[in-house]
């Protein structure tokens, strides 16, 4: 079964940092479209970063020079290194992984910034 199994999260301070990894159980991984979005509280999930299979990357507005994602086909996991996290990076952040035009999601995992 191909389930993205995300972790990492968890609870820091304003300007500091944290990485998530989403790993994948399956032989491919190379072949999968990565990416990482996340949903605050009453508001819709939306994209953060994604990286693609020639490993070109795309980043929200709101992450652009804080937030790196990478992936390493080996380990079969993609990363996102958070740095400089603000309060309104509070969400739970969930892994897509994409594939002939099948679409696979994590259970998510939370991170909250807050002093």
């Known amino acids: 079964q191909v389930q993205p199994v995300e972790s990492g999260g968890g609870l820091v301070q304003p300007g500091g940092s944290l990485r998530l990894s989403c790993t994948m159980s399956v032989s491919l991984f190379g072949f999968y479209g990565m990416g990482w979005y996340r949903q605050a509280p009453g508001k819709e999930r939306e994209l953060v970063a994604s990286?693609?299979?020639?490993?070109?990357?795309d980043y929200a507005d709101s992450v652009k020079g804080r937030f790196t994602i990478s992936r390493d086909n080996a380990k079969a996991t993609v990363y996102l290194q958070m740095n400089g996290l603000k309060a309104e990076d509070t969400a739970v952040y969930y892994c897509r992984a994409e594939w002939t035009n099948s679409e696979y999601w994590g259970q998510g995992t939370q991170v909250t910034v807050s002093s």
């Open positions: 990286i693609e299979t020639d490993f070109r990357t």
